[in-house]
């Protein structure tokens, strides 16, 4: 919501999403807040969404060294662009731009607007129970969906909040996520569903799958809102692309291909463009990648 501009399209995104898009779930704060600080209510949101992106300090120092040393050049991250900015993401203070500082001192007055992301995700090989959360097998799903259509008939909106407040306890796989977004016409509930699925699907590798059941214009706003390098997982990178360089978030993704194709075995990047001229990558992007072109 925060990317449209004032008039009725943001109007009739912010009537649609509702509570579904303000609602604060502590065991899952992933999705966009507009934050009144001189509500001690928002005021205390924003104070534990600060403690959440300190705490993730160390996965994302975690992801720096995984990134670190890889092929393609070395990999930019939120100190070089906003757009690599991982968990406090399209942060505007007062109608201004304004990125995450770990010493910032939350005023008590102003409008903070922002896509926090959560980036741990459960273990797939693991057991959630043994975290206190729960799972739903097919038959509590169609349960689940029997609760979504009576306590709120005829409201998108209303089943894509419980839709958030069961997942501060419980998980979902990806075809019940698949099933959830199918259900939904509206584009800003669609991405709503994804934001809040996003680290709360079990088989989280086979997301990618789900993503591509939305229209183009819905991926491009998740996109925004996730963060294309958080979407991006290696273990299924096999797509077709077009990239940017000039972006920070598409070159990293330029360099993650440049590693995967150097370290597995035979031609895996066909049909290659620069500036629509047939291309073969160089060798020498697998040291620097270049900053421009398409």
């Not at 300190?54 to 050049?73: C, D, H, I, S």
């Not at 509206?186 to 991405?191: D, E, G, I």
């Not at 000039?246 to 075995?265: K, Y």
Request: aromatic share 12%.
């Amino acid at each position: 919501i925060g990317l449209l501009h004032e008039g009725p399209e943001k109007e009739l995104a912010e009537k649609m999403l509702g509570p579904a898009s303000f609602a604060f779930t502590f065991n899952n704060p992933t999705g966009y807040f507009r934050l009144n600080l001189s509500d001690p209510a928002q005021r205390e949101i924003c104070l534990r969404l600060l403690d959440f992106r300190n705490e993730l300090v160390p996965r994302l120092l975690q992801l720096r060294r995984y990134y670190a040393g890889r092929y393609g050049g070395r990999r930019e991250d939120e100190m070089d662009h906003a757009d690599l900015e991982r968990v406090w993401r399209n942060g505007r203070y007062g109608g201004q731009p304004m990125r995450y500082r770990r010493d910032w001192a939350v005023p008590f007055s102003g409008i903070l607007e922002l896509d926090f992301v959560e980036i741990t995700k459960p273990d797939p090989h693991g057991d959630v129970k043994d975290a206190g959360y729960r799972e739903m097998g097919s038959v509590d799903f169609e349960r689940f969906l029997y609760f979504l259509n009576k306590e709120a008939p005829n409201d998108p909106a209303g089943q894509v909040a419980l839709v958030r407040s069961f997942s501060n306890t419980g998980f979902f796989t990806c075809a019940q996520i698949a099933k959830l977004v199918d259900l939904h016409e509206h584009p800003n509930l669609r991405v709503e569903l994804m934001v809040i699925a996003f680290a709360r699907t079990i088989d989280w590798h086979g997301l990618n799958n789900v993503i591509y059941r939305l229209l183009p214009v819905e991926r491009k706003q998740l996109y925004n809102r996730l963060g294309l390098i958080n979407l991006f997982d290696e273990t299924m990178a096999v797509d077709y692309y077009e990239l940017d360089l000039a972006q920070a978030s598409q070159r990293w993704i330029m360099q993650e291909m440049m590693h995967l194709a150097a370290n597995e075995p035979g031609n895996n990047m066909v049909d290659c463009t620069l500036d629509g001229v047939d291309f073969d990558p160089p060798a020498g992007w697998l040291q620097d990648a270049p900053k421009n072109g398409l």
